[in-house]
DNA sequence: TCTGGGGTCCTAGGACCC
DNA sequence: TCTGGGGTCCTAGGACCC
């Protein structure tokens, strides 16, 4: 009795695995990442064709560290995240081209270049400003290699944008191949690495430090246990990776050995929370210049808000001096629940502000501060409170109305008395590129006569 | 003088409940 | 007094991504 029920069962999943294999087979996924190589500074080239061959970086807000290098500032041994001031010295021996960050520019050629790769596939998943992966299995293409470089081609002469194509059969891999793309000039800048007999080879070749979700931390402890590459990793027994890198770092390594567990995200879910801040281009020490800065933070976040169609029900404001100085030092933040969930800006200046008179304190050189909206609610969800007394009818309609004027003639063309008129907080952007394809006035001009 | 900004998910531990 | 197993919810902190 026994032996029979057990052989019914085995039979029962044997037909039931291979049923599975097959379908595996069948309806194997090819994912395809697009990467722009070195997105910023790829874009300040494009409209400064002086700049070819030339080494280019671009700078983070404040003109502080290095957040983008071209392929020559690589070379010439330019960190990533390395502050300006460090690097004054190799910028004039090799006269490089610097740049303050401009993300007018890169957002627009980052739509332009998405919506290039929306022709390639109907399922896209913008995963960052300048990355993409595409699910391309089930569109009968024969040659997954001629297919990534007819998309590399069409973006770079649409766009001007270098990109790198990897392709595989799970998230992790195509991430592989990209990066393998990238560091071999032998590939052209697209690695098909579709067929399992080269995933050993492409494992070797790629060293823990540059899988996905294996960061800084994570690499430090692989490599003190002698595990030097993806292809270790992925020889390592389940066990000891859920013990030591969780289930998260188990997903990776079993993407690396080629089974997807990371699917697409085609349409991502409005964000959980919705941060503004930024470091002054010199500290600030009125009450006044800072409650300017945070109104007007505040108005951003608002915006975003919008955007998602959320409301908000719990808001934070912080402060603080500069980390690196000798100055007296004061960080704090205060937080606010508030009654009823709104995403109306001039309602939200006013928490604002008075979480910012609570938080202020004389004396200080305030360095930075910001906003962060957090419990976000779906728009349709409102609730309405008893001892709410504003007009929403009303505020609801001004809201879009904002929103379509800042959409057509750029951000602050209209804005609450509040966010001042001086921008006295303001950045440091001293090496500004114009806004070459968002702004009549800042148009590219070229002069025939020179040509 | 000058050191970015905006996100996600998971885990461990404490408080509290039955 | 604090025994024992189970659960939930919340928070802080740590890892990761670009």
């Known amino acids: 009795m026994k032996a029979r029920k057990s052989s019914g069962l085995s039979l029962f999943l044997y037909k039931h695995n291979t049923l599975k294999n097959s379908k ?30 030339k080494p280019v970086v671009v700078l ?19 960190k990533m995240g390395e502050p300006a001031f460090h690097m004054t010295d190799i910028i004039e021996k090799n006269n490089v081209a610097v740049f303050s960050s401009n993300f007018a520019l890169y957002g627009d050629m980052s739509n332009r270049v998405m919506e290039i790769l929306n022709n390639f596939s109907s399922d896209i998943e913008i995963y960052s400003i300048d990355e993409a992966f595409l699910e391309i299995s089930g569109m009968n293409i024969k040659d997954y290699e001629a297919y990534g470089h007819k998309i590399r081609n069409t973006v770079l002469q649409w766009t001007g944008i270098p990109v790198s194509v990897g392709i595989s059969t799970t998230k992790t891999l195509a991430k592989v191949a990209n990066h393998l793309a990238k560091k071999h000039d032998a590939f ?9 007999n080269d995933f050993e080879k492409a494992l070797k070749l790629t060293p823990v430090n540059d899988i996905w979700g294996i960061g800084w931390q994570f690499s430090k402890f692989l490599k003190e246990q002698n595990i030097l590459n993806a292809l270790d990793l992925s ?51 009125e009450y006044s210049i800072l409650e300017e800065a945070v109104s007007t933070f505040t108005s951003r976040c608002a915006e975003k808000l919008r955007k998602q169609n959320s409301y908000v029900t719990v808001i934070t404001v912080f402060v603080m001096t500069n980390r690196f100085s000798d100055d007296p030092k004061y960080v704090n933040f205060k937080t606010l ?20 008179k609570l938080l202020f304190k004389k004396g200080y050189r305030y360095k930075k501060a ?7 609610i779906p728009a349709t969800h409102e609730q309405l409170s008893f001892w709410d007394n504003i007009d929403r009818s009303k505020q609801k309609k001004i809201m879009p109305v904002l929103d379509r004027i800042t959409a057509t003639m750029g951000k602050d063309v209209v804005k609450y008395a509040i966010q001042g008129t001086h921008r006295r907080w303001k950045l440091r952007q001293e090496k500004l590129s114009k806004k070459f394809t968002t702004k009549w006035d800042e148009l590219l001009e070229i002069d025939l006569d020179k040509i």
């Open 235 to 285: 020889k390592m027994n389940d066990s000891w990776i859920r013990k030591h890198l969780h289930i998260v770092g188990l997903r990776t390594v079993e993407e690396l050995r080629g089974k997807p567990c990371i699917s697409m995200e085609s349409n991502p879910p409005g964000k959980k929370g919705i941060t503004h801040s930024r470091s002054f281009g010199t500290a600030v020490t």
């Open 188 to 196: 052209n800048g697209v690695m098909d690495l579709t067929n399992s």
């Open 24 to 53: 595996n087979i069948s309806l194997k996924k090819i994912f395809a990442l697009i990467d722009c190589n070195s997105f910023y500074a790829s874009c300040e080239k494009v409209f400064s064709p002086r700049l070819e061959n």
């Open 337 to 356: 629940h508030i009654t009823t969930p709104t995403n109306n800006t001039p309602e939200l200046i006013e928490h604002a502000a008075k979480l910012l």
């Open 370 to 376: 910001g906003v962060m909206f957090t419990e976000l």
């Open 60 to 78: 983070s807000n404040n003109d502080g560290c290095v957040i983008s290098r071209s392929k020559e500032a690589k070379e010439i041994g330019i």
